[in-house]
């Protein structure tokens, strides 16, 4: 890539190299601008970030684009708990090229920047501080606790909102939205009080994700999966009830992972398509678990490795059997006395889609506590469980990861401790399993395993009271279908960018089960209902709810209160003083006090964000497609997040309006180091957005985002960013050279009846761009602007354009009709290129263009991408030029040679012979100035012989080029070598252009 500065320009060779004489650099027409060549970004961009608040950027804007249609960038809250990352900045500034991009498209697109403030790891943050004072949080009011939350919360906000600011992020930062506000966290509650009312709101009994260390449940956006070492065994069922009585000695031998949850264990399931027998131990060595004589039933494709993991010397398979003539077994436990008959139930065999014989026995161990797969089994077969003696599913671990005290020999065991590591509940286990004679064999599995993405702790599936949302319950309010259904459609209806994102989303809503949206903490919205219950414990009845009276009433007078003093009016006092006089008796009923999931909070911003005029009157009244509008809301986050925000703001939105929250989604990757690795702190390879704004600044960040292939991960580091740090000098040194040049452009000269064809060339380039970058913005393709971009002001300007016409441009006279047409081009460039890039390199476009438009109300970010005469496009002339810039390198090629043998320095110092073998394209070149494109003081075409010496490149056939010195002396001012220096008596050391132009300067200078 070549630089706006030609070798052969005048104004940059060595004094003692112009001949003797009158100083003529001072007649020339030389760029003048106190556009820096190096930036200085880090000193620079602050500057202008503080004009912007001065000035007001942000309502200007609002201002300038008022009544026209609105593209909204509806941010996904970032979690205020700590300084951002790299990771952070591409998002952000994802988002700011969305917005400023739009903006510049001809939408009013607004951003209002967000945070969420509730949630686990604020609440994890507090814990920590007072475990360092000896405090117990049990011990302090909620209330304060609380309240020591939202200061951590806004702490961090502050901190944040000012690192998201440096980098060059335009939105409303003086009115965020964030999830902890008054109105936001009445709006929060309102809409789960939209669920409870329609009846998708319910209380359930059913295995979740439990985390041990933060004791609570968690969704499957915060599960993260890790390898972990898991204890395997093999366990003995002993067949009970059974058609075929030569099983009665026999075993239904089960392999498991969990160890822990043999106690829980209720029932056992096999596959209806996979071959199964009966197996007998013939040889087996003394004291082995496994014994002479043992009948066990198994896969047939698994009994092998069942027997050597076994230990077994020899075995026999007896016959073929069908599970289904074996009704029931009896768990391991059965019959022990010290049990008091605990373990007396019977263990169904049941049929199950689920099991394979892919490893293990062919026989799943079912848990309905501790597996969703278990979980189902048990709903699907309850009456089945009922009469084997099992009524409900059983709860067998508390919120510490410990057995309750009712069940046998194991109290007090923990699957997980407070740290995260394994406890003791698996040793006393298979220590039991094996004083019984019930386990068979036993090992450790490598194998990839569900923790905490805060905690990083390993997670166990634990039945739980948790309050849920349906998701296959059809629903009056959404045309009685599913909000499964509802999702799946809204999905179908929005742009996904990448199209792939939408797959993705689709086959997790298809499968996803209930959402669990409660969490057992006290920092957050809590969830806003009252309960009373039956008999058996269930929920009778629910307010507000389907039924309830005065569910709106109740509704109003919650969220009233939440918009006065926030959700902490739910913890300070009785709730129940909302039912007066709504219920005759308000203590019948019970209030919740389970907070929501972080997921619930998120994915309710868009009512508040979208819908609340007095909040957010920038972005309210937006009126979308699916309402017949023109507005388009767009959610822009990280491939994560269709699990995550993308994923509960659609649930959220189509179960309380019965469509998506948003028109197009667009997602990106992650970050990584320069090797393709995962940044950390103890690697060494994290690069800090702080540190390259310090070093570097933003404009570099900005235009790697811009630069990358988004849709995949993005690499980062060290010699990455020198690369963009070369790339952004090159851009910038054109960018100066314009502003140079532009210095003695005359706005009221007319433009030439009849341009030259080269100036007509960049105007066709200019007409193409147009199209072509619009296009690009429009497709949210940034690096598609980037390549255009750099191809075009790198090698059509600095290299071709730039180089040919600075003869002109600094050497003609003023009134030259080259020169000023020239000029009048290269304003239309640099009001074009300044803005194309103006979405990208925010800080030093506004410093360039207030270079050229020091109005003192001037900003590149208040304009709109410049419009561009269709006229303007002639691809027959840029055919005609691409043949002549084709010859044009075989001559620089031969030039080179003659620079690099020291023959020439300068290539006006030469003026070569071009032979050319196709009449057609000498034709072409027969009406060009090539000395002047080719920039020698002359240039000869010729159709003659071909010499053996002559130049030539193997692409541009019939072109070949023999280099020769220019003839005659060289001009004092422009430096070229010429015949007719002289000729002019008032001037004898320039050519005759150079004497006219100094006469006309002399004449305007009279003073000199």
Request: net charge negative.
């Amino acid at each position: 890539m070549t630089d706006a500065v030609s070798t052969s320009d005048p104004s940059m060779a060595d004094a003692d190299a112009a001949p003797a004489g009158r100083d003529y650099s001072k007649t020339l027409f030389l760029p003048q601008t106190d556009f820096p060549m190096r930036a200085g970004l880090p000193q620079m961009e602050p500057r202008l970030l503080r004009r912007w608040e001065e000035k007001n950027l942000y309502r200007r804007l609002r201002e300038s684009s008022a009544g026209k249609p609105k593209f909204v960038l509806h941010d996904g809250p970032p979690y205020a708990n700590g300084n951002i990352h790299i990771g952070h900045a591409l998002n952000k500034i994802l988002k700011d090229l969305v917005t400023r991009s739009q903006q510049m498209l001809g939408y009013d697109s607004n951003y209002v920047p967000g945070w969420d403030c509730h949630g686990l790891p604020i609440e994890w943050k507090i814990e920590e501080e007072y475990r360092k004072k000896g405090k117990n949080k049990d011990e302090v009011p909620v209330v304060e606790f609380r309240q020591e939350c939202r200061a951590f919360a806004a702490h961090w906000l502050d901190v944040q909102r000012e690192e998201f600011k440096r980098l060059g992020i335009t939105g409303d930062w003086e009115h965020p939205y964030q999830t902890m506000a008054f109105p936001a966290e009445a709006h929060i509650a309102a809409e789960l009080m939209k669920f409870a009312a329609t009846g998708q709101l319910y209380r359930g009994s059913k295995p979740v994700m439990w985390s041990v260390v933060e004791r609570t449940a968690l969704a499957e956006a915060e599960v993260e999966y890790h390898d972990h070492q898991s204890t395997t065994i093999f366990v003995k069922f002993k067949v009970e009830d059974t058609s075929d009585v030569s099983l009665s000695d026999a075993s239904v031998l089960i392999w498991t992972t969990t160890p822990w949850t043999i106690p829980a264990n209720r029932a056992i399931v096999y596959s209806k398509t996979v071959p199964y027998g009966l197996y007998k131990v013939t040889a087996a060595p003394e004291g082995n678990w496994a014994k002479v004589g043992d009948l066990y039933v198994i896969a047939d494709k698994l009994a092998e490795a069942v027997m050597k993991a076994a230990k077994v010397d020899g075995y026999d398979r007896v016959r073929e059997l069908d599970p289904a003539f074996i009704q029931t077994c009896s768990h391991p436990f059965a019959g022990l006395p010290e049990a008091k008959g605990y373990f007396d139930f019977k263990v169904p065999m049941l049929p199950a889609d689920y099991v394979t014989d892919d490893a293990g026995t062919g026989f799943v161990h079912t848990a309905p506590g501790h597996g969703a797969d278990d979980y189902l089994t048990f709903i699907s077969n309850r009456q089945v469980f009922a009469e084997a003696g099992t009524d409900e599913v059983p709860h067998t671990i508390g919120p510490d990861g410990a057995y309750y005290p009712a069940v046998p020999f194991f109290a007090g065991a923990r699957v997980i401790d407070d740290k995260g590591k394994d406890g003791d509940a698996n040793k006393r286990v298979i220590e039991k399993l094996t004083e019984v004679g019930a386990i068979v064999a036993r090992g450790r599995l490598q194998h990839s395993y569900p923790h905490s993405w805060r905690s990083k702790a390993p997670l166990i599936f634990r039945n739980t009271p948790q309050w849920f949302i349906a998701m296959d319950k059809p629903v009056h309010a959404l045309g009685d279908r599913t909000l499964r259904e509802t999702a799946l459609t809204a999905i179908s209806h929005t742009r996904w960018v990448p199209a792939a994102g939408e797959n993705r989303i689709n086959g997790m809503i298809e499968n996803r089960p209930d959402w669990v949206i409660s969490r057992q903490r006290a920092w957050g919205v809590p969830i806003t209902v009252f309960i009373r219950e039956d008999d058996s414990g269930a929920v009778a009845e629910l307010a507000p709810g389907p039924g309830f009276a005065g569910s709106d009433e109740l509704a109003d007078r919650i969220r009233s209160a939440f918009a006065e003093r926030g959700a902490d009016a739910w913890f300070s006092g009785d709730p129940r003083r909302f039912l007066e006089g709504l219920v005759s008796d308000p203590s019948a009923w019970t209030p919740v006090y389970d907070v929501l999931d972080v997921w619930f909070d998120s994915g309710s911003t868009h009512a508040f964000t979208l819908e609340d005029p007095e909040q957010f009157p920038g972005l309210a009244g937006v009126r979308r497609g699916v309402d017949g509008g023109r507005d388009t809301v767009m959610y822009l986050e990280g491939s994560d997040q269709h699990r995550g925000w993308f994923h509960s703001s659609l649930l959220e939105s189509c179960g309380t309006r019965g469509r998506a929250p948003y028109d197009v989604v667009l997602t990106h990757g992650f970050v990584l180091d320069e090797k393709g690795e995962k940044m950390s702190k103890s690697k060494g390879n994290v690069t800090a957005p702080q540190d390259v704004i310090k070093e570097a600044g933003a404009d570099i960040l900005r235009l790697w985002v811009a630069a990358a292939d988004y849709s995949d991960d993005l690499r980062i580091g060290k010699e990455i960013l020198k690369t963009f740090v070369e790339t952004y000098r090159k851009l910038r040194n054109t960018v100066r050279w314009m502003l140079g040049t532009l210095a003695h452009f005359d706005p009221g000269a007319p433009f030439p009846a009849q341009a030259p064809e080269l100036e007509r060339l960049i105007l066709h380039r200019l007409a193409e761009l147009d199209e072509a970058i619009r296009e690009a913005y429009a497709e949210f393709d940034y690096k598609k602007v980037i390549a255009l971009l750099s191809a075009f002001m790198t090698s059509d300007l600095s290299a071709f354009y730039f180089d040919v016409r600075k003869d002109a441009l600094y050497c003609d006279p003023a009134s030259s009709p080259t020169r000023i047409a020239a000029l009048a081009v290269i304003d239309a460039v640099f009001r074009r290129v300044t803005a194309w890039l103006a979405p990208i390199l925010v800080f030093t476009t506004e410093e360039a263009w207030l270079a050229r438009h020091p109005d003192a109300n001037a900003s590149i970010h208040l304009e709109t991408f410049p419009s561009t005469p269709a006229a303007w496009r002639d691809d027959a002339l840029a055919e005609k030029w691409a043949r002549i810039r084709r010859v044009r390198r075989v001559v620089t090629g031969a030039l080179e040679i003659e620079r690099a043998q020291k023959r020439i320095g300068s290539s006006l110092e030469a003026a070569p012979v071009l032979h050319v073998a196709d009449d057609d394209l000498r034709s072409v070149l027969a009406g060009v100035d090539l000395a002047e494109i080719c920039i020698t003081s002359g240039l000869e075409l010729t159709d003659g012989d071909d010499p053996e010496n002559a130049f030539r490149l193997e692409d541009v056939p019939g072109v070949a080029v023999v280099s020769r010195r220019a003839p005659g002396r060289k001009c004092a001012r422009s430096w070229k070598f010429s015949t007719e220096v002289g000729v002019d008596p008032d001037y004898p050391d320039v050519t005759p252009r150079d004497a006219a132009a100094l006469r006309e300067w002399d004449a305007a200078h009279p003073s000199g």
